[in-house]
């Protein structure tokens, strides 16, 4: 491992023994946290799709990785908490211990950017993420088209068949939205309800999710 990359695993290392005797991130904290998680996942410009693997390949717990970056999103610089994001997505079901955090974040009114990125994190942590139903439900009514579109496949990754779930997807799959609607019909499908044929988005957007 090259020694940028050895150093960063190192620094995460530390600090996740440090937040097992003090749970706290202050402004600073948070970016150094996301700039070593940066650091370690590029190395040698690997696919970071499976954050897991690159996590666990530099000798890092995935999970104790995730409650650090949990920690970080309510960071008081924006981009910090949407990099936060951004890498937990990347961790997937692994990044289960951050379902709460991520959920806040789906209901951030400040922060559209942080809102979908935290819906996309949801949706690959999949079914772990159950307990992030009823925000996910709330942002499908989000005023970004981005979010709700987020909020959907989310909700069809995560897998939960209710009614309540049903119903809002199914309100959805009619949204304004190209991107939102054929997000929420194959949401439906996912969750092994009717769904009308999946109507194709005519923007590229949706590659983000």
Avoid at 14 to 41: F, K, L, Y
Avoid at 69 to 79: G, Q
Wanted: charged content about 20%.
């Amino acid at each position: 491992m090259r020694i940028r990359a050895f150093v960063a695993a190192l620094a995460l290392s530390t600090s996740a023994r440090a937040q097992n005797h003090a749970p706290s991130s202050s402004a600073t904290d948070g970016a150094a946290i996301v700039a070593a998680t940066w650091e370690v996942m590029m190395y040698d410009h690997v696919d970071i799709r499976d954050g897991e693997w690159i996590l666990n390949a530099a000798g890092l717990d995935a999970g104790a990785v995730a409650r650090q970056l949990a920690l970080v999103l309510r960071d008081p610089a924006p981009s910090v908490g949407v990099q936060a994001a951004g890498f937990l997505s990347r961790i997937g079901p692994k990044a289960a211990e951050a379902v709460s955090a991520l959920s806040d974040g789906v209901l951030d009114a400040s922060n559209s950017d942080l809102r979908w990125v935290c819906a996309l994190a949801l949706g690959r942590i999949g079914a772990a993420a159950l307990a992030a139903t009823s925000p996910l439900i709330f942002a499908l009514k989000d005023e970004d088209p981005v979010v709700r579109a987020a909020a959907a496949v989310a909700l069809g990754r995560i897998g939960n068949d209710s009614a309540l779930v049903r119903q809002a997807l199914s309100a959805a799959s009619q949204d304004p939205d190209a991107e939102v609607r054929y997000a929420a019909q194959k949401a439906l499908g996912s969750t092994r309800f009717p769904a009308p044929p999946a109507e194709r988005p005519s923007k590229r957007s949706g590659e983000r999710l």
